[in-house]
Every structure is written in C-alpha cells, then in structure tokens.
C-alpha cells in the first residue's frame, strides 16, 4: 500500500474551515441528572433559563411525554408511540420504565400558553438489578474488558489527519495502537459493518436472509449478541436517522437488538422537531446536534456501567458530519477530543478496550476523484486502545498488534478480534469459535498477521484490493475498446433489470484513467491470462462519473466484471429518483432527469 500525502495543494485548497454550528443560542431550561445514590433521574427544571420570556402574570408549565418504539407498527425501527402526557414538577424523579421522553415548557398567562422550548432526552435506566452491582476491588485483573466502539463514516486514517488534527493526536498518546493496513471489503457502510458485527460478507448474509425483508437483521448473528450472552450490558446509537446502517431502504431491527438503543428517541424528535442546515446538511435536531445526542448517550452509558460489576460493549457511530464532504469533520474536531477527554475522566481507559474506526474512506465528491481517492477510499481508519491492566497482563497480545501496524487487515478481523476479547484464554487463532463464515483465514488482531499476507486471505476481493502495484495504460490502444465494453455492459444491466424504459443508455464521455494491475506472479503480456484493470470514466447524459474493476483476457477480447461492484464517484441522488433498487440508483440516468448541457 503506497503512502498518500494528506496536505498536498490540490485538497488542501478545496478544503473549507468551518466552525461547528451552535444549533441554539438559549440554554436548557430542563436538565437530567442522575442520581447514583438513589439510583434514579430527577428531571430539573432552571427556572431561571426562562426569565427572558416571563411578563407580568406569567407562569412556566412543563410537560414530559413517554416515548416507546410501536412495536405493533409493520416498520417498528421507523416508529414510535407517545404513551402519555404529564406535568412536570420541580425535582421530578424519573419512573424506571421511562427510557426516552420529549419534553416542553411553556409561558402562561391565563388561557395564554406559548411552548418556548422542546427537547428530547435519553434516560440510561436499569434493566435488572445487576446492573449497577459495585465493581470488585481488583479491577486490575477484571477477566472481561468493556468494549466500546467508536465510528466516524467515510474516514480514512488520511483523512483524519488532515480534517481531525487534534483527534489525530490525541490517538497517539501511550496505550493507543494503529492499524495502517486495514482494507475495506465492500461498497458502503452495510458490507464492512457486516463484516466487523458479524463475520458475513454481503453477499453470505442472504445465504441466510434477505436483509431487505423484516425480521431478516434480527436473525443474524451479531457480535453484540455474543456479549450479551457473556454478561455484557449492550447499547447501540447512530445519528443520522436518514442514512443509518441498518434502516437506509432496509426494514431496520423488529426486536431491540440492545439493552441500549438511541433509535427510538432520535426517530420521535426527528417526526416532532425542525432540523436546520449546516455544510448543506440537517446536522441539528431540537436543540443541539445530532451528533451531540449521541455521544451524550455514549457518556451516559458509560458513566451509568463504568463502575459497576458488568462489563460495557458499545458501539456509537457517527457519520452526520462526515457523510456528505470530506471536509466538514475539521469542524466537529475540537468537539470529539472534548468528549474523548470527558471518558477518560468517567474512568473509560482505565478498564476498557476502545476502538476508533470507520467503514470506509469517502465514496464519493472531490476527494475520490483524485488520484490518491482510490486508496483513500478503501483504508479507513482503525485505532485500538489498550488499557494499562490488559498491557501488563498481556504482553504478548500487546507485541502482535504492534507487528501488525503495518500488515494487510480487513473488517472481518476486526470481527474476529471482538470475538478474542471474549475468549482472551486461547492460545491461537483457531481456538477463537465461531470464527468469521466468510474468511475462515481472518484472524484477530492480537495474534500476528503474516508479513506476505494477500487481500483474498484478509476476504478481501479484488475490486477493493490496494495491495498491488499499477502502472497507467490511459492512452493503450486497448484502452477505449475495454471502456465501451463495459458500457454495453451497463447498458444491458438496466434492460436486465426492466429499466430501459426508465433509465436512458450511456454513451462514454472520456477516460479519465486506466490502470493494469500487476500480478507479481505472472507475466503481464500474457495474452491469454486474465489481466487486471482498474478504470475511471465519464460518461452521457449528464456527467456521470464511473470505476470499475474488470478483468480482460487480450487475445478474446473477453470482459469479466460485476455490475454490481460498479463505484458511482459523484453525486448521484437528483439523478437516479425515478429508482428504488441502491444498486440500480449509482448508475441510472432518469430519463426524466436529464439535463441539457450549457
């Protein structure tokens, strides 16, 4: 994998240095606070916070509605109930089966009453007596770590240094590890999380299910299901409602998969509350960010269970802010590493495993089409934190992953890592059951990784390899002869699929780039091999902007590639809105879209 410079001209003078948003400019007038002795929340209210709206004969009134999931509703993850609306009073104190409410406070004079702020809150309520159990006195030799996940979308390890300064650094500090050859394994978010929670490819998972079809993701065999078996207490929050994991044109979870799950809440104060706009995204919801209701949850988690007798796994993935362009994280910088140093006061380094990761690079915009985006894309991010106890109890497992940092690793060892952590007595990797049923070659990351190790032994295919050396073919005779084989191709996806009538036929624009890729094994004027190509094209009507992955045997003229494995490079939503099928939509061309070019 070849070094990419991260603050080269080209990016750097595409990049804008905005300040994050303040979504409000008035203070809360509702708080939770948690009390650890009573082991209950009390709701207060700040009365003074209100002052700005009170006139002569005014009264502040405020209410607190109980939010549920509808369970009985046919997309349960999309849905919620308000179970009841009461009045709230000084100091209230929380009932236990409260998990998320929307409350409102109002000015009243009379039979005047004008709501001057709403807002939604999470309630981190226990579930069982055990779970606020006090921890035993040797921490130090605790046989089961929490593990918390954290998640930024599309960041690669190159991109965080260049948008996440201070983050970066922050992740250099003692105790931090870095794995700078992790490889994607598939197109976008589903594929790699799969991957990383369940040891399935895409494509495997529907040997067992279709994820499009409800109860689908409920059957699969998530690691947190493992943990929870294990004794864990469980949580789960993303904060984009429109583009999450598991909900994107997916019916989402019919059960609550954790004990801890944001979704519902989010879900309410998104069908309830304005969102406004900022790097032309909806990044503030009620009263704050996204992003900030999340990682408050996150906080909440851990300060409720970090000191308890159970051990945590978490996983918080974020990707409102980095999502949509590959510069708008420099303004959440600043934020995150304030969060991070709130979890280390709460005690989270101090017992447990926490890992810094991504799905991806981005997929799409400025930053892919340069030359370096193709490797940006397929390396995402991946930090392992390593409590002081776990270094001095296993040394060993500390040293492979240090060996590791500059080894090919793959999503579906992170997977196998996760199942390590609840099996820290084996003495090898095959001791670690059930090992990944995509990759059986997969490995944790605390054993070490072979130095001479291939992207198909890591489960990775070759479209999203990056291990092989290129060389630029662009102005090969061969060269528009493969492009337009490959648009044919594309062509007869959309009659395969029924589109035609909707989706217009492409005609090839330009080439932006050919690459051969070589196999160190075999000679490359093998005309009768299979040889390895990657290519970037152009294509009509409108621009759309394409790469793919092909193989092509010189002497046949032959042509092999996955329409489905087809990177869509620009933005494609006003495009492709006459479609519903994800795949079909990066690269049909509504006819009814079309644009006349200037």
């Given at each position: 994998?070849?070094?990419?410079?991260?603050?080269?001209?080209?990016?750097?003078?595409?990049?804008?240095?905005?300040k994050?948003?303040k979504?409000?400019?008035?203070?809360?007038?509702?708080?939770?606070?948690?009390?650890f002795?009573?082991?209950?929340?009390?709701?207060?209210?700040?009365?003074?916070?209100?002052?700005?709206?009170?006139?002569?004969?005014?009264?502040?009134e405020?209410?607190?509605?109980?939010?549920?999931?509808?369970?009985?509703?046919?997309?349960?993850?999309?849905?919620?109930?308000?179970l009841?609306?009461?009045?709230?009073t000084?100091d209230?104190?929380?009932?236990?089966?409260?998990?998320?409410a929307?409350?409102?406070?109002?000015?009243?004079n009379?039979?005047?009453?004008?709501v001057?702020?709403?807002?939604?809150?999470?309630?981190?309520?226990?579930?069982?007596?055990?779970?606020?159990e006090?921890?035993?006195?040797?921490?130090?030799?605790h046989?089961?770590p929490?593990?918390?996940?954290?998640?930024?979308?599309?960041?690669s390890?190159?991109?965080?240094?260049?948008?996440?300064?201070?983050?970066?650094?922050?992740?250099?500090?003692?105790?931090?590890y870095?794995?700078?050859?992790l490889n994607k394994?598939?197109?976008?978010?589903?594929?790699n999380?799969?991957?990383m929670l369940?040891?399935?490819?895409?494509?495997?998972?529907?040997?067992?299910?279709?994820?499009?079809?409800?109860?689908?993701?409920?059957?699969?065999?998530?690691?947190?299901?493992?943990f929870?078996?294990?004794?864990?207490?469980?949580?789960?929050?993303?904060?984009?409602?429109?583009i999450?994991?598991?909900?994107?044109?997916?019916?989402?979870?019919?059960?609550?998969?954790?004990?801890?799950?944001l979704?519902?809440l989010?879900?309410?104060?998104?069908?309830?509350?304005?969102?406004?706009?900022f790097?032309?995204?909806?990044?503030?919801?009620g009263?704050h960010?996204?992003?900030?209701?999340?990682?408050?949850?996150?906080?909440?988690?851990i300060?409720?269970?970090?000191?308890?007798?159970?051990?945590?796994f978490?996983?918080?993935?974020?990707?409102?802010?980095?999502?949509?362009?590959?510069d708008?994280?420099y303004?959440?910088?600043?934020?995150?590493?304030?969060?991070?140093?709130?979890?280390?006061?709460?005690?989270?380094?101090?017992?447990s495993?926490?890992?810094?990761?991504?799905?991806?690079?981005?997929?799409?915009?400025?930053?892919?089409q340069?030359?370096?985006?193709?490797?940006?894309e397929?390396m995402?991010m991946?930090?392992?934190?390593?409590?002081?106890?776990?270094?001095?109890?296993?040394p060993?497992?500390?040293?492979?992953?240090?060996?590791?940092r500059?080894?090919?690793?793959?999503?579906?060892?992170?997977?196998m890592?996760l199942?390590?952590l609840?099996?820290?007595?084996?003495?090898?990797?095959?001791?670690i059951?059930p090992?990944?049923?995509?990759?059986?070659?997969?490995?944790?990351?605390?054993?070490r990784?072979?130095?001479?190790?291939?992207?198909?032994?890591?489960?990775?295919?070759?479209?999203?390899?990056?291990?092989?050396?290129?060389?630029?073919v662009?102005?090969?005779?061969?060269?528009t002869p493969?492009?337009?084989?490959?648009?044919?191709?594309?062509?007869?996806?959309?009659?395969?699929?029924n589109?035609?009538?909707l989706?217009?036929?492409?005609?090839?624009?330009?080439?932006?780039?050919?690459?051969?890729?070589?196999?160190?094994n075999?000679?490359?004027t093998?005309?009768?091999?299979?040889?390895?190509?990657?290519?970037?094209?152009?294509?009509?009507?409108?621009?759309?902007?394409?790469?793919?992955?092909?193989s092509?045997?010189?002497?046949?003229?032959?042509?092999?590639m996955?329409?489905?494995?087809?990177?869509r490079l620009?933005?494609?939503?006003?495009?492709?809105?006459c479609?519903?099928?994800?795949?079909?939509?990066?690269?049909?061309?509504?006819?009814?879209?079309?644009?006349t070019?200037?």
């Open positions: 994998m070849p070094y990419v410079e991260p603050f080269t001209e080209d990016v750097l003078k595409h990049m804008e240095f905005k994050l948003p979504c409000r400019s008035d203070s809360d007038i509702i708080v939770a606070e948690y009390d002795d009573l082991k209950v929340y009390r709701l207060h209210i700040r009365e003074e916070q209100a002052m700005p709206w009170f006139k002569r004969n005014t009264t502040l405020c209410e607190y509605e109980k939010i549920v999931r509808d369970i009985k509703s046919n997309k349960v993850d999309d849905s919620f109930r308000v009841y609306r009461r009045i709230l000084q209230f104190l929380v009932p236990p089966d409260v998990h998320y929307l409350v409102h406070c109002a000015v009243v009379g039979k005047d009453k004008r001057i702020q709403s807002d939604g809150i999470a309630f981190v309520q226990d579930y069982d007596g055990r779970s606020s006090e921890l035993p006195e040797e921490i130090e030799e046989p089961k929490s593990v918390i996940i954290f998640g930024i979308d599309s960041m390890r190159i991109n965080l240094r260049r948008t996440m300064q201070k983050t970066f650094r922050y992740v250099q500090q003692p105790g931090w870095t794995l700078q050859g394994v598939g197109d976008n978010t589903l594929p999380l799969l991957a369940t040891g399935y490819s895409d494509e495997d998972t529907n040997k067992i299910c279709d994820v499009f079809v409800p109860g689908c993701l409920d059957r699969l065999p998530f690691i947190w299901k493992h929870k078996d294990q004794n864990y207490t469980t949580a789960m929050a993303e904060d984009s409602m429109n999450s994991t598991f909900n994107y044109m997916k019916p989402g979870f019919m059960e609550q998969p954790v004990d801890y799950y979704r519902p989010l879900m309410a104060m998104k069908k309830t509350f304005n969102e406004s706009q790097y032309d995204q909806n990044l503030c919801l009263r960010l996204t992003f900030a209701y999340l990682w408050d949850y996150a906080k909440q988690f300060q409720r269970f970090i000191q308890t007798a159970k051990p945590m978490g996983l918080f993935w974020t990707n409102s802010f980095s999502h949509e362009f590959f708008s994280s303004a959440l910088d600043e934020l995150f590493v304030e969060y991070f140093k709130q979890f280390e006061g709460d005690g989270l380094f101090n017992r495993i926490v890992i810094l990761t991504s799905d991806h690079g981005m997929r799409f915009g400025y930053l892919r340069i030359s370096t985006g193709y490797l940006e397929r995402p991946l930090y392992i934190y390593l409590p002081p106890w776990f270094r001095r109890k296993y060993r497992l500390v040293g492979n992953l240090v060996e590791n500059n080894r090919l690793s793959s999503t579906f060892d992170i997977y890592t199942q390590h609840l099996q820290l007595n084996s003495t090898k990797n095959a001791d059951q090992m990944s049923a995509t990759c059986p070659t997969c490995q944790s990351l605390l054993y990784l072979p130095v001479n190790r291939t992207c198909e032994q890591a489960g990775i295919t070759e479209k999203w390899c990056t291990c092989r050396p290129r060389v630029t662009t102005m090969e005779p061969y060269a493969m492009a337009a084989a490959i648009i044919q191709q594309m062509n007869d996806g959309l009659v395969m699929k589109l035609s009538d989706c217009a036929n492409f005609t090839l624009n330009h080439i932006i780039y050919m690459d051969h890729i070589i196999e160190l075999r000679k490359a093998d005309d009768d091999s299979e040889q390895y190509y990657v290519i970037e094209f152009s294509t009509k009507p409108n621009i759309g902007m394409f790469e793919i992955t092909f092509w045997i010189h002497r046949t003229a032959t042509l092999n996955d329409l489905n494995e087809i990177s620009n933005v494609y939503a006003p495009d492709s809105e479609v519903s099928d994800p795949i079909s939509k990066k690269f049909c061309m509504c006819k009814n879209a079309i644009r070019p200037n």
